[in-house]
């Protein structure tokens, strides 16, 4: 029986997929992390011959999404691609959230990352991270830097540089990215954290200024952008998302799909396409992608900590 059982995994693999594929996705149409996505899914759907659908479920912090994809039948034929807030969600603060691997879902493989940037308004009159942090410290809650929601990764983000850089600042939540910008490029706000991708226009016009970008290393496209590492040594924030299968999915075929992601995200031609649009492939395998959440939630608990015991 055990070697029948074996042989039709073996065989459902070799087979997968036979019809379309959807992945799951809590990201909105339209925004960033769904291009990103769209893009690897045309990279599955052309390496398949099999079309993948990038289906959004958006709303209550990633609990919608989580929530549908956990009851999609585990058969391979629904992923789920959720970004990391979903992963480091504040306890409490939306249903079943934070997600855990492999408790809650069979972790696949990662997508890509974008890193997190810090842009300062002209009349500011700082040029670099080192000059940001010497004039917080002379003005302790003064500075007040804007984020695209509470507990999201902007926020996350400047709550981390507070605690690592010992300064206070007073965050400005925004509903969403373009607001945000408009007022610190107004100088209503002076200091921004957000996606790279979502400032590098306005650092190009030099309607802002870049401090820094906290990928692990200097951007290719902007080398002379340093890393917030380069003044806080180990401070990396990027947006992520992580493909994930409804628990029971046989394991061939989460074998088979996480190799095949792999080998999409190692080709020139995606990995060129993200990197354009600001997102920087990371093929993992499953275990990988276990030991790479973990990390990262280990990483965030303090900040996680310190959100949740704001006054409400």
Do not use: C
Not at 151 to 163: A, D, I, P, S, V
Not at 196 to 211: E, H, I, P, R, V
Not at 268 to 275: G, H, K, M, S
């Amino acid at each position: 029986m055990i070697m029948a059982a074996i042989g039709e995994a073996r065989a459902q693999a070799d087979t997968y997929p036979s019809r379309p594929v959807r992945i799951i996705s809590d990201s909105a149409p339209g925004s960033a992390v769904d291009v990103g996505l769209r893009i690897i899914a045309d990279g599955l759907s052309q390496h398949w011959g099999q079309q993948v659908l990038v289906v959004n479920q958006p709303g209550a912090g990633g609990a919608i999404s989580a929530r549908v994809a956990a009851e999609a039948a585990p058969d391979g034929y629904t992923l789920y691609a959720p970004a990391l807030s979903v992963f480091l969600a504040v306890p409490g603060k939306a249903p079943n959230l934070p997600l855990e691997l492999p408790r809650d879902f069979t972790p696949v493989g990662f997508t890509a990352d974008q890193p997190m940037a810090i842009g300062a308004a002209p009349a500011l009159g700082v040029a670099s991270l080192p000059e940001l942090i010497a004039l917080a410290k002379k003005r302790p809650d003064e500075i007040s830097y804007a984020v695209t929601g509470i507990g999201r990764l902007t926020h996350l983000t400047g709550e981390l540089l507070q605690l690592r850089a010992g300064i206070k600042l007073q965050m400005v939540p925004y509903s969403g990215g373009s607001q945000a910008l408009s007022d610190v490029m107004s100088g209503r706000v002076p200091v921004v954290i957000e996606g790279y991708t979502g400032l590098a226009g306005a650092f190009q016009s030099g309607a802002l200024k870049a401090l820094a970008v906290a990928s692990a290393e200097r951007l290719p496209v902007v080398p002379d952008l340093p890393t917030v590492a380069e003044t806080l040594p180990g401070f990396v924030a990027s947006g992520w998302q992580a493909v994930v299968a409804p628990r029971g999915t046989p394991e061939a075929i989460v074998n088979k799909a996480s190799e095949d992601l792999r080998k999409v995200l190692s080709q020139p031609e995606y990995r060129d396409r993200l990197a354009a649009r600001g997102s920087y492939a990371r093929p993992m395998s499953s275990a990988e992608v276990t030991a790479f959440v973990r990390d990262q939630q280990r990483m965030w608990k303090p900040a996680l900590d310190r959100i949740a015991n704001l006054p409400q």
